[in-house]
């Protein structure tokens, strides 16, 4: 059986991932939470990310685990990132460390040749990347964080498309600090 393709993101109660200024500081991840992220994402068999999210990542996790300030769930998924095969795709991007391969586009030809190959699912993160997974109608499995905030502008996960994507609902799960988890896998063709 192919892995999936699950884009895995928080989004506000409103759709989006970002404030106007790129501010994610909205974003409502206690211990709970984080502790689902590194069970979900450490039985992934890789990262799919755009430039952007790449650097955010490689901002904090290659070094969070030496932080005294770090909390055990952030020390965990630091070794988890570091880990975890990486693709970013980018155009402008010089080079890229930590387990990741650069790759200029997406082609998919080249990403279903990747869902075939054996290993667990691959997270896509980045509301730009998944635009390009979406019209190449690459994604299979959708898991969307509603934080319970509404911030009235900023980066839309979903931008307008001309396509109907018809989903199934997997499950619902509501984290004691407001979050619900939206699991959706595509529905059959």
């Given at each position: 059986?192919?892995?999936?393709?699950?884009?895995?993101?928080?989004?506000?109660?409103?759709?989006?991932i970002?404030?106007?200024?790129?501010?994610i500081d909205?974003?409502?991840?206690?211990?709970?939470?984080?502790?689902?992220f590194?069970?979900?994402?450490?039985a992934m068999?890789?990262?799919?990310?755009?430039?952007?999210?790449?650097?955010?990542?490689?901002g904090?996790?290659?070094?969070?685990?030496?932080?005294?300030?770090?909390?055990p769930?952030m020390?965990?998924?630091?070794?988890?990132?570091?880990?975890?095969?990486?693709?970013?795709?980018?155009?402008?991007?010089?080079?890229?460390?930590?387990?990741t391969t650069l790759?200029?586009?997406?082609?998919?030809?080249e990403?279903?040749?990747?869902?075939?190959q054996?290993?667990?699912?691959?997270?896509?993160?980045?509301?730009?990347?998944?635009?390009?997974?979406?019209?190449?109608?690459?994604?299979?499995?959708?898991r969307?964080?509603?934080?319970?905030?509404?911030?009235?502008?900023?980066?839309?996960?979903?931008?307008?498309?001309?396509?109907?994507?018809?989903?199934?609902?997997?499950?619902?799960?509501?984290?004691?600090?407001?979050v619900?988890?939206?699991q959706y896998?595509?529905?059959a063709?």
């Amino acid at each position: 059986m192919a892995r999936k393709i699950v884009l895995m993101m928080g989004v506000s109660l409103d759709g989006y991932i970002e404030g106007p200024d790129r501010e994610i500081d909205w974003h409502v991840v206690d211990g709970e939470l984080h502790r689902h992220f590194n069970t979900e994402l450490a039985a992934m068999g890789g990262f799919l990310h755009g430039r952007v999210v790449y650097e955010l990542m490689a901002g904090v996790w290659p070094t969070a685990d030496t932080d005294p300030a770090s909390t055990p769930e952030m020390v965990e998924f630091a070794g988890i990132w570091r880990d975890k095969p990486k693709i970013v795709y980018s155009t402008t991007l010089e080079r890229a460390d930590w387990n990741t391969t650069l790759v200029r586009r997406v082609d998919a030809d080249e990403v279903r040749a990747l869902k075939a190959q054996p290993g667990g699912d691959l997270a896509l993160g980045g509301a730009d990347l998944a635009a390009s997974f979406m019209d190449l109608d690459l994604i299979d499995a959708y898991r969307i964080y509603v934080h319970p905030v509404l911030i009235g502008r900023g980066k839309p996960l979903f931008r307008d498309r001309d396509a109907l994507t018809r989903l199934d609902l997997v499950e619902t799960h509501a984290f004691g600090n407001g979050v619900v988890l939206l699991q959706y896998d595509r529905a059959a063709r």
